[in-house]
């Protein structure tokens, strides 16, 4: 078992627990749902909340050859530690690190000329070509760019190709509704995608990787699969929508377990207001706990009277209002120990919650949940060797 660095007494509050192992055999699994395409493990914002570099190492560990961030500073944490992986990096503004993303070799997505024109300055300064990928909006509507515009950065980077200030690396999309199986927008951005790698082709691109698939093109959509899948959620064995499946039936495990250690135990009378607003109050005498964590560890306030827990082999609901620091269950006279273990969310094969059960008591989505978890809980990695 390797933990990271932390206080213990603050392991004792709180901890999400990531299960390494679950995390690799889940890439494994996706390697084999995109048989002939490489997997780009997606781990943006602290991987989703499991923490960028081990998860990165163990994805890698298990075949994962490229690592994917949004921003360029979580590229470059993860090329200052030492990772050799190909790594891409999407989320760009203008006067942003790309000298730096150059001299650390990362493959940087651009989505505009503006982009082309900044990276190109910097494959100047640092004297060696920048690798690129080309981003289209093939109907997202978000970053990436319009067909309309496409020609126009297709003929600059070609420019910047034949100078030697870049090299084209990849050509790539990203889907709206691919967690909706069926949307008529999926077969559309598929077309739309194909005709503008058929035009930089014939243009004279020649990109090692063509990719537009996330986890629920992954599991669902076989066709969308091309040279590389980008793989987030579905690592961390979580399923992208209840319309996608369950993960078991796609052969993933949770990765994140999020505990708390009950603060107090305590025998209250009928009628009794429970926190701020007294949004509970208790129906008749009974018991409470007090649970240590709250919106400024990532528990959703909007989980205030509906989030679920198990404590002692029960399910329980939280009482009333999430604080920022703590919240209430009532224990409905059970007297469960002081510091009695508290589950939140897991892989759910103990009877406990899941991060799913958190996203629809919350009206959010599964994603939402694990990201959010704050850095006041402890990460304590365990399974981290790859068995030998
Ligand atoms: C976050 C992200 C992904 C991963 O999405 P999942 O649904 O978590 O697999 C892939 N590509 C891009 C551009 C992203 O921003």
Same mark, same amino acid.
């Given at each position: 078992m390797s933990k990271t660095a932390h206080a213990p007494s603050a392991s004792l509050r709180a901890r999400a627990e990531i299960d390494l192992g679950a995390l690799r055999a889940n890439v494994r699994a996706l390697r084999a749902r995109a048989a002939g395409a490489a997997v780009m493990a997606v781990v943006k914002s602290d991987a989703y909340g499991h923490g960028a570099l081990p998860c990165a190492r163990a994805a890698l560990e298990a075949g994962a050859t490229w690592l994917g961030t949004a921003t360029p500073e979580e590229a470059l944490a993860l090329r200052a530690a030492g990772l050799d992986a190909r790594i891409l990096c999407w989320l760009w503004v203008p006067g942003g690190p790309w000298r730096q993303a150059v001299e650390a070799d990362i493959d940087v997505s651009l989505s505009g000329v503006w982009a082309l024109r900044e990276v190109t300055q910097a494959a100047r300064e640092a004297r060696r070509p920048a690798r690129v990928q080309l981003k289209a909006d093939?109907?997202?509507?978000?970053?990436g760019c319009q067909p309309a515009d496409w020609a126009e950065l297709v003929a600059g980077a070609l420019r910047a190709e034949a100078q030697g200030?870049?090299?084209?690396t990849g050509l790539w999309s990203h889907f709206?509704?691919?967690?909706? /199986?069926? @949307?008529?927008s999926i077969a559309a951005q598929l077309d739309r995608f194909r005709e503008m790698l058929a035009y930089a082709e014939e243009q004279g691109v020649r990109p090692e990787v063509r990719h537009i698939a996330n986890s629920p093109a992954t599991l669902?959509?076989?066709?969308?699969?091309?040279d590389l899948v980008r793989t987030g959620i579905a690592m961390y064995g979580?399923?992208?929508?209840p319309e996608v499946g369950t993960p078991a039936d796609f052969g993933l495990r949770p990765v994140m377990t999020l505990r708390a250690a009950l603060a107090l135990v305590k025998q209250v009378p009928g009628g009794h207001g429970i926190s701020y607003g007294h949004h509970y109050v208790t129906p008749g005498a009974t018991t409470l706990g007090l649970v240590p964590v709250g919106y400024a560890d990532?528990? /959703?306030? @909007?989980?205030?009277?509906t989030g679920p827990l198990l404590i002692d082999g029960k399910w329980r609901t939280v009482a009333g209002r999430v604080a920022m620091d703590q919240f209430v269950v009532d224990l409905g006279g059970d007297r469960p120990a002081v510091g009695s273990e508290v589950i939140l969310?897991?892989?759910?094969?103990?009877?406990e919650p899941t991060a799913e059960d958190w996203a629809e008591a919350c009206g959010t989505i599964a994603y939402e949940i694990v990201t959010?978890?704050?850095?006041r809980v402890p990460r304590v990695h365990v399974n981290g060797q790859e068995p030998g």
């Amino acid at each position: 078992m390797s933990k990271t660095a932390h206080a213990p007494s603050a392991s004792l509050r709180a901890r999400a627990e990531i299960d390494l192992g679950a995390l690799r055999a889940n890439v494994r699994a996706l390697r084999a749902r995109a048989a002939g395409a490489a997997v780009m493990a997606v781990v943006k914002s602290d991987a989703y909340g499991h923490g960028a570099l081990p998860c990165a190492r163990a994805a890698l560990e298990a075949g994962a050859t490229w690592l994917g961030t949004a921003t360029p500073e979580e590229a470059l944490a993860l090329r200052a530690a030492g990772l050799d992986a190909r790594i891409l990096c999407w989320l760009w503004v203008p006067g942003g690190p790309w000298r730096q993303a150059v001299e650390a070799d990362i493959d940087v997505s651009l989505s505009g000329v503006w982009a082309l024109r900044e990276v190109t300055q910097a494959a100047r300064e640092a004297r060696r070509p920048a690798r690129v990928q080309l981003k289209a909006d093939t109907g997202l509507g978000r970053n990436g760019c319009q067909p309309a515009d496409w020609a126009e950065l297709v003929a600059g980077a070609l420019r910047a190709e034949a100078q030697g200030l870049v090299r084209i690396t990849g050509l790539w999309s990203h889907f709206a509704c691919a967690d909706e /199986p069926g @949307h008529p927008s999926i077969a559309a951005q598929l077309d739309r995608f194909r005709e503008m790698l058929a035009y930089a082709e014939e243009q004279g691109v020649r990109p090692e990787v063509r990719h537009i698939a996330n986890s629920p093109a992954t599991l669902t959509l076989p066709a969308t699969h091309f040279d590389l899948v980008r793989t987030g959620i579905a690592m961390y064995g979580i399923s992208p929508s209840p319309e996608v499946g369950t993960p078991a039936d796609f052969g993933l495990r949770p990765v994140m377990t999020l505990r708390a250690a009950l603060a107090l135990v305590k025998q209250v009378p009928g009628g009794h207001g429970i926190s701020y607003g007294h949004h509970y109050v208790t129906p008749g005498a009974t018991t409470l706990g007090l649970v240590p964590v709250g919106y400024a560890d990532g528990i /959703p306030r @909007h989980a205030s009277g509906t989030g679920p827990l198990l404590i002692d082999g029960k399910w329980r609901t939280v009482a009333g209002r999430v604080a920022m620091d703590q919240f209430v269950v009532d224990l409905g006279g059970d007297r469960p120990a002081v510091g009695s273990e508290v589950i939140l969310f897991g892989p759910g094969d103990r009877g406990e919650p899941t991060a799913e059960d958190w996203a629809e008591a919350c009206g959010t989505i599964a994603y939402e949940i694990v990201t959010r978890i704050g850095t006041r809980v402890p990460r304590v990695h365990v399974n981290g060797q790859e068995p030998g």
